[in-house]
């Protein structure tokens, strides 16, 4: 599906809202750093030793950063009912933010990222960022997690030609905005993803529970019919699930009867967890997917959740790659609080990428001379395997690539079903 289908099936107001409520679900999440990292747990550990003795985060400091310092910003939900993936996102972003420092610096440059939180609120995110920008003198945000207030603030970014660079990317104005510069996947490419995951494991019937009543996730199921289409999938089951329904027994009775093989979980974890027990007490077989978005490590802990696929915007951070050890070494000494996750990847990778735009950066730079780097970047530019690329150009929205990584929960843990590289269907 390109980006011209999804802007014109986005004209809508309530899918955009509906991804936003997709993402934000996974936001009452609970877990540890631990939980998040069950996954690889041996390779991670190894791998961290190795990266440690080689010079990583822990090794010793380089030289201090004698340039100008480079004025960042970050903002996202850090209080409210979406806080905790906010926290993550923004745990990452200041982990990037001192293991650049502790390594020199980018080009000399000492990073200083100043941190504002929107709870959520268009009309505060948009103040913060008139504060990030007016009074603080940022060059950039970076990493933010603002998928509810970015609409709100994104006219302004255009009239003052600041840089969004990365993180969540949730919302359609990642798709529309020459300003906004995405670090992994769209969000709203995640629904041509369930549908080309189901295709690629050799499966055939496509199924989704989605979070909300019938009228608000019309637009969604347009866009999945869509995508099953495309991929000569059948969409053999679709239905909605509210948090206030007692029970989902007759949902897991029709799926089983549509015949559906993967059932993509379109949920908030609370509700998620009650309808796959629900459907586990009616011995349903399928392979369930949890958009990268709504996936908590709690799942890990469930048997039930055995072969439930995991499509990530982002490299893949409990792998044995050197990406992912770079990055749970740095979380690890720097937020070993937070945990490790497709929120967590979010904010490293849009750190990332303005370092990879930011490494020929005059003494003094400015905003433009942020935006000139994004444009020299290579087309595509993974970023050494941290994104899925995307190609940028001056005055045009960012070319995106509906490109994936995947997980997939195993003996309870994550695994890597076909590598570590980020997957791309037929002409991305």
């Not at 999440?29 to 010079?55: H, M, Y």
């Not at 995110?125 to 603080?136: I, P």
């Not at 840089?163 to 992994?184: A, I």
């Not at 559906?260 to 027990?277: C, D, G, K, W, Y």
Request: proline share 7%.
């Amino acid at each position: 599906m390109t980006n011209s289908t999804y802007k014109t099936a986005l004209s809508g107001a309530a899918l955009a809202l509906m991804l936003i409520g997709v993402a934000a679900c996974s936001d009452d999440a609970t877990g540890s750093a631990s939980a998040g990292t069950t996954a690889s747990a041996g390779a991670a550990t190894s791998s961290a030793a190795a990266s440690t003795s080689a010079g990583g985060p822990t090794a010793n400091a380089a030289a201090a950063p004698t340039k100008a310092p480079l004025k960042l910003g970050w903002i996202g939900t850090v209080s409210g009912p979406a806080a905790p993936t906010g926290q993550q996102t923004q745990g990452a972003v200041k982990a990037w933010e001192e293991s650049v420092n502790a390594r020199g610096g980018i080009n000399g440059h000492p990073v200083k990222v100043s941190y504002e939180d929107d709870a959520g609120d268009p009309a505060r995110g948009l103040a913060a960022v008139k504060k990030l920008v007016e009074e603080v003198g940022v060059i950039a945000l970076v990493g933010n997690h603002a998928n509810t207030t970015e609409t709100a603030f994104a006219d302004y970014i255009t009239q003052h030609k600041v840089p969004v660079v990365g993180g969540e990317s949730d919302t359609p104005v990642w798709l529309q905005n020459p300003y906004f510069f995405v670090s992994g996947e769209p969000g709203v490419a995640t629904l041509d993803t369930e549908a080309f995951v189901t295709k690629s494991v050799g499966k055939t019937n496509f199924g989704s529970v989605n979070e909300g009543n019938v009228q608000d996730v019309g637009p969604l199921i347009t866009l999945l019919e869509q995508a099953t289409q495309k991929y000569g999938l059948k969409y053999a089951y679709h239905t909605t699930a509210q948090s206030s329904e007692p029970n989902y027994t007759a949902k897991c009775l029709a799926a089983q009867q549509a015949g559906a093989e993967v059932i993509a979980l379109n949920l908030a974890p609370n509700t998620r967890q009650r309808v796959v027990s629900d459907c586990s007490r009616q011995n349903l077989k399928v392979n369930y997917l949890i958009p990268s978005g709504a996936f908590t490590p709690d799942a890990l802990k469930d048997p039930v959740y055995e072969g439930t696929f995991v499509p990530t915007n982002n490299f893949l951070w409990f792998a044995d790659t050197p990406v992912a050890t770079e990055f749970r070494d740095a979380m690890k000494q720097y937020s070993p609080s937070v945990v490790l996750g497709p929120s967590a990847t979010q904010g490293w990778s849009g750190g990332k990428l303005f370092e990879a735009a930011a490494k020929s950066l005059p003494d003094n730079p400015t905003s433009a001379d942020v935006l000139a780097g994004l444009y020299a970047l290579a087309p595509n530019d993974t970023l050494n395997g941290v994104s899925v690329g995307a190609t940028f150009k001056a005055g045009q929205p960012a070319d995106t690539r509906n490109c994936f990584f995947l997980a997939q929960i195993k003996g309870g843990a994550l695994t890597v079903p076909q590598g570590n590289d980020p997957i791309c269907p037929p002409g991305e």
